[in-house]
């Protein structure tokens, strides 16, 4: 990927292509490695309030800011002022302050952000009650709130990343500068926190009409690297999920599965999501795909693994761009590794000597062996008694594979 280094020690990245000018601009600060709870979370609140259109992203070690539009120089100056010309005020404090717990009681957080951070606090078990959370937001003084952005919002705890449709990168290199030269060049702060594996259940409320599940396994026991076992029990998982989802006429599931590396943590992650099938329907799927597996193992022929694109391809860019900035952000600064098992690829297996007794008994080690994460979405109530099923599910099946 190439890069330049700014005067201050601020990396520069060219991401790749974007259909538009997107910039994207990283700190590793965030809720695990943050000096105080929620410090982290209320200076993100004070640039959103500030600078509304810019996108945020908020990981385990890192927060991040992204914006799009036709006019590079206006994007990054937007994106710069957002960082730099931050008031931090006894009045601006109050009124982010405000909005967090407005924002917490309410629960106002986009569906997709929630599912995804309370499945990463099951996996790690970092549940914090809402009431103490708030209680330490609130506890914040405006020198508290200005130390903390001394300390980490500074050039060496930062990387700038830049997509765009041109070779405008090349280009950038003295108008970067004098945006955001004039940040602290600071010291690196954060750092990679191993965590354990936990595990759990939980359940957002959403009325979007969209149900989801999202299930996770550990991975961390397992020797991932070059396991050709575990390669093909993947390639056929995922590939006989979809068919399941078929043969139980639930045509219009979507399927993104993933294996993720997180502080330590190497997840299998499976999200199934539908407007026409019930959470029911959603889990029954792959509860039946998991214990025909480990009955039966997998005989059929399998497809060919195919690993994502190299971290400086964009060129696959979803309708927002900032998040796959965000999604680039995460690998190169080595928070998240991902593989995804793609089933449209030519189905081929170059594993010839894995034997379906070898997924089988892998399969059981891996789905029944092992306690999962499951974090489901729906409305209120959409399916009373759920959690119950679904753990009792995979309870009776692990007493028949005793």
């Keep these: 990927m190439e890069k330049f280094k700014l005067s201050n020690g601020l990396q520069v990245m060219n991401a790749g292509y974007s259909k538009d000018y997107t910039v ?9 490695n943050e000096p105080k709870p929620g410090l982290a979370h209320l200076f993100e609140r004070l640039i959103l309030m500030q600078k509304r259109g810019v996108l945020p992203y ?11 539009g036709d006019d590079i120089e206006e994007v990054l100056e937007t994106l710069a002022k957002s960082i730099s010309a931050i008031e ?16 917490v009681a309410g629960k106002e957080i986009p569906v997709r952000q929630e599912m995804r951070g309370m499945f990463y606090r099951l996996v790690l078990g970092l549940e914090q009650p809402v009431d103490a959370y708030l209680e330490h937001i609130n506890s914040y003084s405006v020198d508290d709130v200005k130390s903390f952005k001394a300390k980490y919002y500074t050039a060496a705890n930062a990387i700038l990343l830049v997509a765009s449709p041109d ?79 078929i043969k139980a006429r639930l045509f219009n599931v979507s399927i993104d599965m993933k294996i993720v590396s997180f502080f330590g943590v190497s997840l299998l992650r499976v999200i199934v999501y539908s407007k026409d099938a019930s959470l029911s329907d959603l889990s029954r799927v792959v509860y039946v795909t998991i214990k025909k597996m480990c009955v039966h193992g997998y005989e059929k022929e399998l497809p ?17 761009p900032e998040e796959r900035l965000f999604e680039i952000f995460e690998q190169v600064t080595g928070q998240i590794d991902f593989v995804t098992y793609d089933e449209s690829a030519d189905s081929k297996s170059s594993l010839e000597e894995t034997t379906s007794e070898d997924i089988k008994l892998l ?14 979405v729906s409305v209120p109530n959409g399916d009373e008694g759920l959690q119950e099923k679904i753990l009792s599910s995979f309870t009776r099946l692990k007493n028949r594979m005793l």
């Excluded at 060919?304 to 927002?320: R, Y």
Aim: aromatic letters at 12%.
């Design 167 to 245: 070779n405008t990168f090349y280009g950038l290199r003295s108008k970067v500068e004098a945006l955001f030269g004039g940040l602290e060049s600071g010291e690196k702060q954060g750092g990679f926190l191993k965590k354990t594996y936990c595990g759990g259940y939980g359940h957002v409320n959403s009325f979007d009409g969209i149900n989801r599940v999202t299930f996770g396994w550990d991975l961390s026991k397992f020797c991932i690297k070059g396991n050709s076992v575990l390669e093909v029990l993947l390639q056929a998982f995922v590939k006989e999920l979809g068919q399941n989802y």
């Design 304 to 320: 060919k693994m195919q690993a994502d694109k190299p971290v400086g391809d964009t060129s696959n860019v979803s309708d927002l």
């Design 363 to 376: 399969a059981h080690r891996l789905f029944v062996g092992e306690k999962f994460t499951c974090v489901t």
């Design 24 to 32: 994207c601009v990283g700190f590793s600060v965030g809720y695990l």
């Design 58 to 68: 908020y990981g385990g070690t890192s927060t991040a800011f992204g914006l799009s």
């Design 88 to 103: 931090i005020t006894e009045e601006t404090v109050a009124l982010a302050k405000a909005e967090i717990s407005e924002q």
